[in-house]
């Protein structure tokens, strides 16, 4: 949370530092809406973002490690904004939701490359390699893939 006290500054390169991320992504997320843009002052036309941005610039960041979409997070956003906290627990829900789905076809996916690495002696031509044998007959791969 940030200080409402804090009258820190910076430039767009050090705001992008900060939050470890390039210059085309604070611009990027600007042209989205993401992000607001500062206005130019008058001492050479640099913009000025403060900690409150920098803020906003991480909870993005966040979000998105979260694995959050950009229009997701522009609807968080929006819903923040209204003070309406009930579609963003929905969406965190179905993103659970999801990723749990995700995790079990990873698990799949492993399970299968233990059998085939299993079967596979290391040792013989690929014509004679059961992993190519077995590897056509997966039925999971028209599950998962």
């Known amino acids: ?10 430039k767009v390169g050090q705001l992008a530092a900060l939050a ?5 992504t604070v ?3 600007q042209k989205l809406g993401l992000l607001p843009i500062s ?4 001492d050479g036309g640099a913009r000025r973002y403060t900690k409150a941005q920098l803020d ?6 966040n979000m998105q490690a979260l694995g959050f979409s950009l229009r997701e997070i522009s609807a968080i956003l929006s819903y923040r904004s209204q003070n309406n906290c009930q579609p963003v627990k929905r969406l965190c829900v179905e993103k659970q939701n999801a990723l749990r ?3 079990r076809e990873q698990e799949a996916r492993l399970k299968a490359l233990k059998m085939l690495a299993e079967i596979c002696p290391g040792t013989c ?3 004679e390699c059961a992993f190519f044998q077995e590897l056509s007959c997966l039925s ?6």
């Open 39 to 42: 206005p130019r002052f008058a």
């Open 125 to 127: 031509s690929v014509d």
């Open 101 to 103: 789905n995700q995790i």
């Open 56 to 61: 906003h610039l991480l909870l993005i960041r």
């Open 20 to 24: 470890k991320v390039g210059l085309g």
């Open 27 to 29: 611009r990027h997320y």
């Open 1 to 10: 949370m940030s200080n409402s006290n804090d009258r820190s500054e910076y």
């Open 140 to 145: 999971f791969a028209h599950d998962v893939l």
